[in-house]
């Protein structure tokens, strides 16, 4: 009988200093008795430093689970989220306190003998917490982002109406008013308008739920598909509207460089997206004239990869920083939506992106996508 009650203990400890929940053993005058080592490692503590000593001048920040009074409750409380101060940072700590009463088997936490106290159970549950409260911010933030779409999606409409509306003006107002002050009116108001589509368009893009079924998608013909397009609307004029208002030197080329097929498992309407935003970014950067090069290539097995190198200014230290937040940019007319869309496209087919910069020089974006098998 002793040797099975001597195993039954020794099994006790194990499993006492081997689980992952914290276990501190105080007695009724709140001293310390037995320490796990998972409040050992929580707690940022040693066990033969704390052990004997009251848990008001080692611990005090525990002192919140156990009765306020610093005694020990007579009844058991519910689990309780306690913040923590431990050194410089901040934890936050889920636990519970249970009775010992006398003679009970874990009156023996205490010092070995049997008398009463009580045992505080604890979890760390910082990253928890800030796991749930992100989780209510997202969900949060996907209602407003969802009204703001519907709203933006209903400004379309009027704006169309009054572009619409001035240009009636335009052409059946007689040749005397439709001159000087009047005319230049009439510009602004149109150029705000194309403005503010340009705007609801960029977002309504960044919004639009991402999830389509990904395919076999000849990047090559994409790129070549974009780059005419680009090419046969950068007339002067044209260009103005399609750009933004911001102007790009007339004398930029635009060069291909896809030597061999590539197929990427993707959707060809995304990708033309995400080549047309990469593609106007580095347009945009260039005061001068230059070359923006726009490749493909077989990464590996697994990936292709394609690029938008430009030889513009670079991106600044902050620029980096908040590259891919949406409303980030640093250009006048600019809605700082586009690299933010490029971003939630790549991500959604499992790829990803990555920069290259150099201030003056020039800058690199590589976007890496899943190879289609042939
Ligand atoms: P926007 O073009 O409306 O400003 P983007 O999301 O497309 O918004 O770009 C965000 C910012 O990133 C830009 O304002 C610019 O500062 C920087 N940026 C993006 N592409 C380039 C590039 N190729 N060269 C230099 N800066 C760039
Ligand atoms: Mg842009």
Redesign the pocket.
């Not at 513009?312 to 600044?316: A, K």
């Given at each position: 009988k002793t040797e099975r009650i001597e195993k039954l203990i020794a099994l006790q400890e194990r499993i006492l200093s081997h689980m992952p929940t914290g276990l501190l053993a105080v007695d009724a005058s709140m001293r310390i008795g037995f320490v796990n080592s998972a409040a050992e490692h929580l707690l940022g503590i040693r066990a033969e430093e704390v052990s004997g000593k009251l848990v008001s001048e080692v611990l005090s920040g525990l002192l919140p689970f156990f009765d306020v009074t610093g005694s020990v409750s007579s009844h058991s409380r519910l689990q309780q989220v306690v913040e923590v101060q431990l050194g410089t940072n901040k934890q936050l700590l889920r636990g519970d306190v249970a009775m010992l009463k006398e003679g009970e088997a874990f009156g023996a936490l205490l010092h070995g003998e049997a008398v009463e106290g009580c045992v505080l159970l604890f979890q760390d549950v910082t990253k928890l917490i800030s796991l749930e409260d992100k989780i209510r911010q997202n969900e949060k933030l996907a209602a407003v982002g969802q009204l703001a779409a519907g709203i933006a999606h209903e400004i379309r409409n009027p704006l169309a109406g009054m572009s619409a509306s001035i240009e009636m003006l335009r052409s059946s107002l007689p040749k005397e008013v439709v001159a000087g002050e009047n005319l230049k009116l009439m510009d602004i108001a149109i150029r705000e308008i194309d403005r503010l589509n340009r705007l609801i368009t960029?977002f309504l893009d960044y919004v639009k739920p991402q999830k389509t079924a990904a395919e076999k998608v000849d990047v090559r013909k994409q790129i070549s598909e974009v780059l005419f397009s680009l090419r046969t609307t950068q007339k002067p004029g044209v260009i103005q509207s399609l750009k933004?208002g911001?102007p790009i030197p007339a004398s930029v080329e635009l060069k291909e460089n896809c030597p061999d097929p590539v197929f990427a498992l993707a959707s060809g309407e995304k990708l033309r997206q995400v080549l047309w935003?990469?593609i106007?970014?580095?347009m945009?950067?260039?005061s001068q004239s230059g070359v923006v090069e726009v490749g493909c290539k077989n990464e590996s097995e697994q990936l292709v990869k394609l690029w938008?190198r430009?030889q513009?200014?670079?991106?600044?230290e902050q620029?980096l920083a908040?590259?891919?937040?949406?409303f980030?940019?640093?250009?006048e007319?600019?809605?700082?939506?586009?690299?933010?869309?490029?971003y939630k496209l790549v991500e959604a087919f499992q790829g990803e992106i990555k920069?290259v910069?150099k201030q003056g020089e020039?800058?690199l974006?590589e976007v890496f996508l899943p190879r289609a098998g042939l």
């Open positions: 960029d933004g911001i935003n990469l106007i970014n580095a945009q950067a260039m938008v430009d513009g200014q670079g991106l600044s620029a908040h590259l891919y937040e949406p980030f940019t640093t250009k007319k600019g809605t700082g939506l586009g690299l933010a869309t490029v920069v910069s020039g800058t974006f």
